[in-house]
């Protein structure tokens, strides 16, 4: 079981980057995407449900990131738009086999399965 992380990368504020997350080796209920800056604790950015594609979004990016699943990929891709210094940080792809009730998705001790982290940096 694998999750692949990808598309980090350093932008300037404003810009746009496009994260994905391959999974492979074998299905899950849902792909969630976590965050974490240094000297932070870990904190949730956006889930999608593989089973009816409901969405799940942190105050902090509603508006400006959109998440999505591509079925015949068994990818998640993180859209990323009008980025800021603060969105600055590590990123996890985390996939859970079982699906999570709602108020348990945005809590990353949850996951079993984790990407291995892709970097993002904003400049202002």
């Known amino acids: 079981v694998q999750l692949q992380a990808s598309g980090g990368g350093l932008v300037q504020a404003g810009g746009s980057l496009r994260l994905s997350c391959a999974a492979s080796?074998?299905?899950?209920?849902?792909t969630t995407w976590f965050r974490q800056a240094p000297g932070k604790e870990r904190e949730f950015v956006a889930a999608?449900?593989?089973?009816?594609?409901?969405?799940y979004y942190a105050d902090s990016v509603k508006g400006r990131f959109t998440i999505r699943r591509e079925n015949a990929k068994n990818a998640v891709y993180l859209q990323m738009n009008s980025l800021k210094p603060e969105d600055t940080a590590v990123y996890y792809c985390?996939?859970?086999?079982?699906?999570?009730?709602?108020?348990?998705?945005?809590?990353?001790?949850?996951?079993?399965?984790w990407g291995q982290g892709t970097q993002v940096t904003v400049s202002s």
């Open positions: 999608v449900r593989w089973n009816n594609h409901s969405t």
């Open positions: 080796g074998r299905t899950f209920s849902g």
């Open positions: 985390a996939a859970s086999p079982t699906a999570l009730i709602t108020s348990a998705v945005r809590d990353p001790q949850h996951y079993r399965f």
